[in-house]
Structures are given as structure tokens and as C-alpha cells.
């Protein structure tokens, strides 16, 4: 098996437009610890890129950076093609970049309205009460655009299933403006079939217009909806590819880690063709 | 893990569900079995004359309670609020009896330290993140002390009195204290008083963004602040409500009785927190209701009254109280219990 050789950045769709995001060999360090190093990408608006690597690889700082919890120490960080130094989230979300991160910032104990909106309150009338009618109505609206079957928006989300709730922090992102969506291991603590409602959303934000990155350790997760693929390892980038230029099986031999692994990569890749069927296919009887 | 069909969610938010997540179902089926035994037991409990009477300790324990709810709803505790209940009242009397101040406006400065203390209470919460609860007992006990302390220094005695010959009292007692005939039956003032704050602090926590961030930052603070809710804000302003309230409640009792023991208010702490309880506010904050610690202070009232009624022995009462909380608490867990189960 060979490992093919990165391709700089071709963009098929809109090659004039500058990208919604790009960094050129972004590095960054804490104390005597290189996180990263060297590592560009592209995130094109409706397009998602996946961001891959096994754990410690830098998948998360890497988007700390992109979403401005961390600056970046070397390199180059664009938005919508001009240099940028964020600083901090509020600047991030200010720009449309909006993050979801694992732990999802939402209250268990609270409904799906009340959490959809919350901190964004829409208010009515002289004494600026809370518009509950309305909240329900969009979140419920919005929820059913992004095609999320949830039943009853009164429900607390402490009652959803982990794909539900990602699935309506999500369409929270997308309806708060976002244009780029940092999406951090939204599937690793899914089944299959939750993965596959994920995924879902997450092309259907694409077809939206956002721009997506994707972060996850899993290639079968990633290559069904990606476009664009950025292998990390040890803080490094080992490149970033465009889908006609990669296989499924060549991602996850480098994923695996390479030449020494070809082995290993092959029983891999058998074990997962035998116990998990294709993400794209999974989640019937889901809408 | 493995996903649930769609129709088993479907039964599993059925009107079961509904009814056990609502935070004042145990309450409300409390206060209804409270109500029949008692009037089993005395037929005056269940009088016209009877209701005002029990209705009368269930509002002024009423009207802290439900600010004690949106408190722990927000997920802190205050035990200074019991003994501020004295302060206010000591400052409004000795204000008005030995400054000679109108009753208004002594009762208007009785404000001014609670809203300092709420205050105070809640930056040092905020700041340090110590517990409500340490911060709290703190504050309790330095005003136990402050009470005592400079009501004998003002006074020589451990009471101020005397309110009945100031300037404004009738017109004060009435608003606060006095009495309403409502078919041919008296009922204190300060039931509606009490009615009134449950309405304004249900409509606060169901209907305004204030209402949704108390929540959250009981539910989960991290998460509340991570979304843009100004937790420090809402906070504070939780125990400056507390002391808004020990401050009307202070003022009434002292308007009803003319004068304030210093140590009036002390031990009455722990009373609101359990009937916030009773109510159905979790002690871990992000959960309960105004309408549900009104109902646990209803239960109070008519257990209070009602062991009188029925001739029994006083000493009961607390029996009955650490009974009620009990079953209160447990009934609580379990549906905490079952929403976590119902997860996934
Ligand atoms: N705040 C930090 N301080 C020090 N080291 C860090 C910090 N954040 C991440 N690292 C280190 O950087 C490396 C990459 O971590 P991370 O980006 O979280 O990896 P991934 O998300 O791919 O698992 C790890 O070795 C981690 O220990
Ligand atoms: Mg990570």
C-alpha cells in the first residue's frame, strides 16, 4: 500500500474565493511541551475538513488555535483570507466561528428550548420578558431544518441520547450565525448509529453553506462526509488531502502510522469492514 | 451503547414523566394529605376561621422560603437570611423609637444593610468559591452577634419596642400587617404579600432571561458561563433577593408585634431551606420551583397550627417537620433517579 503524496490545496468548487479559514505551518508550544508544529490547512465555506490523529496528536490544540482559546506561536492564522490574532472566543464566535466541544456547554437538567437559547435569550414587550412562545417555536423550527427528530423541545436534554445533544448544539451553532463550525470529537463517545445521526448533521450544515471542521480519531467517521483531510501525528501534520486524492484505506493506513504498520493497517482494516458497517449506511430508523 | 427505538421514547415522555418531572408534584400531594388529616382530626382546622389562622405562619415562612428557592435553585445556600429577618427589624425599630423617624422611613432604611449584607454575601461567594453554606454561616453568626451586641449597648435589653407610638405605624401596620376581610373571615395581609411574591418569582423564573441563567448556573455553571451568562451577576442578585425579602418579612413581624427580640429570626434558616425542599429544590441547585416551596411553607403552616387544633402536644411539630423532609428528599432523589435512568 502506498501512501500518497499531500496536495497543496486544491479547491474544486471555489478556487477564486479566499478560504473561510487557513493556517500556514501554525505551531504552538506550552512551556517545554511542542504541541504543534508546521501545520497548515484549508476550510473552505461548505465544505467540511476532518482533522485526524490518534490521541496527543494536537487535534485539539489545533483547534483551540481556530477557535481562539489559544494564540498560535509561529505560523499564520487567515480568516477569510487576512491574517488574524484572536483574542479569545467571544472574538472567534464575533467572526462566525462557533465550537462545539465535547463536553457541549448545555444543562442537563434544563428543556431543549431553554438550553438553545440560553445566554441568547430572545425578549418581547415593554418589561422585556423572555419570549418563551417564540424560543420554542424557532428552536423546534430550527431543530427540524437540520432534519433532528426530536419529539418534544420541553424535554431536558439530560434525557437526549449523546448524538441528540450533539446534534441540537450543532443546530444551535447554526442558528446563531456561525459560518464555520468546530465540531471536537463529536462522534468518539457515539455508537454507530448515533455517529451516523452526527454525520448527518453535519452534511447538512455543509449543504447549508457553513464551513466544518471535523475532529475525530475515527477515518471510517470522517471519510464518508469529509472533503479535505489533515493527518496529525505527534504534532506534526503528514498532510492534508483532497478526497479524489486518498482512499479510505490509504487514510487509515496513515493514520496508523505508516510504512511500519502496512501490516497492521490491513488487519485493521478488516476488523473494521467485519464489525462496522460504513457510518453513510448506519441509522435506520433514525428519522 | 444502543440506541432506543423511537416509539419506547415516545411512552417514555408520556404523562407519567410529565407529572414526576414537574418539581412540586410530592409537595402538592403532601399538602393534600396534611389538609385531610388534619381536618379529620378538628373540625376548625378545616373552617373558614381555621384556614386564615394556619394560612397566617405560612405566609411570612412563605415569602422566604420561595426567595430561598430561586437561591438554591441557582445552586447556594444563604443561612444568614433567618437572623437578618431580626436585623432588619431591630434597625427599623430602634430608627423609629429612638431617632424618632417615620415608620416608612425607618422601614425604608431597614433596606439599606440587607441589600449591603445580600450583597456582601454573594461577592464573597463569587470571589472566594468557597460554599454558600461556609460564607453564610459566617455572615449568620457575626449578625447574631451584631444583633445582640448593639441592642444592649442601644438599650441596655435584649428587645427594642415601643413601635406602636411611632410616627406612621397605623398606616405601616396596615399595608404590612393588618388584616382583610374576606367573607366575613379575617385574613392577614401578609398572606397576600406572599401570594404576590410566589407570582412575581414563578413569572422570574419561567418567563425572563434571569429566570433561564438561575437555572443554568445551578444546573451547571462551567457550561452557563461558557454560553455568555453572567454567573457572578445573577448570583448576587439572588442574595440580594434573600435579603430583600428578610427584609419585608422583618418588617412585618415587626409591625405585627411592635417590637424585635435580638434574637428574633435566629434558627429559622434551616425552616426555609426545608420547605424549599419539601417544595422540590434539589439541594444541588438547577432544579425546583417558587409555587413548590410556597406549598412546603402551606404544609408548615397547617402542621404548625393543625397539631394545636388537634389538641396535641407542640412538641410534635418537629417530629412531623424531620418526617416530612425526609420523605421530601427521598421523593426527590428518586425522581432524579429516573430522569438520570431515562438518559441515553
Ligand atoms: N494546555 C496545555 N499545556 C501543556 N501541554 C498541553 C496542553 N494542551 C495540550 N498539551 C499537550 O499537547 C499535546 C497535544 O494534545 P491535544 O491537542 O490535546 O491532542 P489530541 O486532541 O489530538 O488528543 C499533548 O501531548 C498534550 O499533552
Ligand atoms: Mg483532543
Given amino acids: 500500500m502506498t501512501v500518497p503524496s499531500p496536495s497543496p490545496s486544491p479547491?474544486?468548487?471555489?478556487?477564486?474565493?479566499?478560504?473561510?479559514?487557513?493556517?500556514?505551518?501554525?505551531?504552538?508550544?506550552?512551556?517545554?511541551?511542542?504541541?504543534?508544529?508546521?501545520v497548515s490547512m484549508?476550510?473552505?465555506?461548505?465544505?467540511?475538513?476532518?482533522?485526524?490523529?490518534?490521541?496527543?496528536?494536537?487535534?485539539?490544540?489545533?483547534?483551540?488555535?481556530?477557535?481562539?482559546?489559544?494564540?498560535?506561536?509561529?505560523?499564520?492564522?487567515?480568516?477569510?483570507?487576512?491574517?488574524?490574532?484572536?483574542?479569545?472566543?467571544?472574538?472567534?464566535?464575533?467572526?462566525?466561528?462557533?465550537?462545539?466541544?465535547?463536553?457541549?456547554?448545555m444543562i442537563p437538567l434544563m428543556s431543549v428550548w431553554r438550553n438553545f437559547f440560553l445566554g441568547s435569550e430572545p425578549v418581547t414587550g415593554p418589561l422585556r420578558?423572555?419570549?418563551?412562545?417564540?424560543?420554542?417555536?424557532?428552536?423546534?423550527?430550527?431543530?427540524?431544518?437540520?432534519?433532528?427528530?426530536?419529539?418534544?423541545?420541553?424535554?431536558?436534554?439530560?434525557?437526549?441520547?449523546?448524538g441528540e445533544r450533539q446534534s441540537v448544539a450543532i443546530a444551535r451553532a447554526v442558528h446563531f450565525g456561525a459560518r464555520a463550525l468546530i465540531l471536537d470529537e463529536p462522534t468518539s463517545a457515539l455508537g454507530v448509529k448515533q455517529a451516523g445521526v452526527v454525520l448527518r448533521y453535519i452534511a447538512r450544515a455543509r449543504d447549508r453553506g457553513l464551513g466544518v471542521v471535523f475532529i475525530t480519531h475515527n477515518p471510517h467517521h470522517a471519510y464518508p462526509v469529509g472533503d479535505r483531510f489533515l493527518v496529525l501525528n505527534r504534532g506534526t501534520s503528514l498532510g492534508q488531502f483532497a478526497k479524489a486524492d486518498i482512499t479510505r484505506e490509504e487514510l487509515t493506513s496513515l493514520m496508523a502510522g505508516g510504512a511500519e504498520l502496512d501490516h497492521l493497517a490491513h488487519e485493521l482494516g478488516r476488523a473494521a469492514a467485519d464489525t462496522t458497517p460504513g457510518p453513510a449506511s448506519a441509522g435506520p430508523g433514525t428519522t | 451503547m444502543t440506541s432506543v427505538p423511537a416509539d419506547e421514547r415516545l411512552a417514555g415522555a408520556g404523562v407519567l414523566r410529565r407529572l414526576l418531572v414537574r418539581p412540586e408534584l410530592g409537595s402538592?400531594?403532601?399538602?393534600?394529605?396534611?389538609?385531610?388529616?388534619?381536618?379529620?382530626?378538628?373540625?376548625?382546622?378545616?373552617?373558614?376561621?381555621?384556614?386564615?389562622?394556619?394560612?397566617?405562619?405560612?405566609?411570612?415562612?412563605?415569602?422566604?422560603a420561595v426567595a430561598i428557592a430561586l437561591l438554591m435553585i441557582g445552586g447556594e445556600f444563604d443561612l444568614s437570611a433567618g437572623v437578618l429577618t431580626g436585623t432588619t427589624g431591630l434597625v427599623m425599630v430602634t430608627l423609629a423609637t429612638r431617632f424618632g423617624w417615620n415608620?416608612?422611613?425607618?422601614?425604608?432604611?431597614?433596606?439599606?444593610?440587607?441589600?449591603?449584607?445580600?450583597?456582601?454575601?454573594?461577592?464573597?461567594?463569587?470571589?472566594t468559591k468557597l460554599p454558600?453554606?461556609?460564607v453564610t454561616l459566617g455572615t449568620f453568626l457575626m449578625l447574631q452577634g451584631l444583633n445582640l451586641g448593639i441592642t444592649k449597648a442601644i438599650t441596655g435589653t435584649v428587645q427594642v419596642g415601643g413601635l406602636r407610638r411611632a410616627d406612621g405605624y397605623e398606616g405601616a401596620r396596615a399595608v404590612l400587617a393588618g388584616s382583610v376581610t374576606v367573607g366575613g373571615v379575617d385574613f392577614r395581609v401578609a398572606i397576600f404579600w406572599w401570594l404576590a411574591v410566589t407570582a412575581l418569582a414563578t413569572w422570574v423564573l419561567m418567563r425572563t432571561r434571569a429566570g433561564n441563567w438561575i437555572f443554568a448556573i445551578g444546573g451547571d455553571e462551567q457550561a452557563?458561563?461558557?454560553?455568555?451568562?453572567?454567573?457572578?451577576?445573577?448570583?448576587i442578585g439572588l442574595f440580594m433577593t434573600t435579603a430583600t425579602a428578610a427584609w419585608l418579612v422583618g418588617s412585618i413581624m415587626a409591625l405585627r408585634l411592635s417590637s424585635v427580640q435580638a434574637n428574633a429570626g435566629i434558627g429559622q434558616e434551616f425552616i426555609y431551606i426545608i420547605a424549599a425542599v419539601i417544595g422540590g429544590c434539589l439541594l444541588t441547585g438547577g432544579y425546583g420551583s417558587a409555587v413548590g416551596a410556597s406549598i412546603g411553607a402551606l404544609i408548615f403552616g397547617m402542621a404548625d397550627k393543625g397539631i394545636v387544633f388537634a389538641g396535641w402536644d407542640a412538641d410534635w411539630f418537629k417530629f412531623f417537620l424531620g418526617g416530612m423532609l425526609l420523605l421530601a428528599t427521598l421523593a426527590n432523589s428518586l425522581v432524579r433517579r429516573y430522569a438520570e435512568e431515562a438518559r441515553r
Fill in chain 1, 11 to 38: 479547491s474544486p468548487a471555489d478556487s477564486s474565493a479566499p478560504p473561510l479559514l487557513e493556517t500556514r505551518e501554525v505551531g504552538k508550544v506550552f512551556g517545554s511541551v511542542i504541541a504543534l508544529r508546521g
Fill in chain 1, 42 to 105: 484549508v476550510l473552505h465555506a461548505g465544505e467540511v475538513t476532518c482533522v485526524l490523529g490518534d490521541n496527543g496528536a494536537g487535534k485539539s490544540t489545533l483547534i483551540k488555535i481556530l477557535a481562539g482559546v489559544h494564540a498560535h506561536d509561529g505560523g499564520e492564522y487567515l480568516v477569510d483570507g487576512s491574517p488574524v490574532r484572536l483574542g479569545g472566543p467571544r472574538e472567534a464566535l464575533d467572526r462566525g466561528i462557533a465550537t462545539v466541544y465535547q463536553d457541549l456547554a
Fill in chain 1, 129 to 162: 420578558r423572555f419570549d418563551v412562545a417564540r424560543a420554542k417555536r424557532v428552536a423546534r423550527e430550527e431543530l427540524r431544518d437540520m432534519g433532528i427528530d426530536i419529539r418534544d423541545v420541553d424535554q431536558p436534554v439530560g434525557t437526549l441520547s449523546g
Fill in chain 2, 28 to 64: 402538592v400531594v403532601g399538602a393534600v394529605a396534611v389538609f385531610a388529616f388534619f381536618s379529620s382530626q378538628s373540625a376548625v382546622f378545616r373552617s373558614a376561621d381555621g384556614v386564615a389562622n394556619w394560612l397566617d405562619p405560612a405566609s411570612t415562612l412563605g415569602i422566604m
Fill in chain 2, 103 to 127: 415608620v416608612w422611613l425607618a422601614m425604608l432604611a431597614g433596606l439599606v444593610p440587607a441589600l449591603a449584607i445580600g450583597f456582601l454575601n454573594g461577592l464573597l461567594v463569587v470571589r
Fill in chain 2, 132 to 134: 454558600s453554606f461556609i
Fill in chain 2, 224 to 235: 452557563a458561563r461558557a454560553v455568555g451568562v453572567p454567573a457572578a451577576r445573577v448570583k
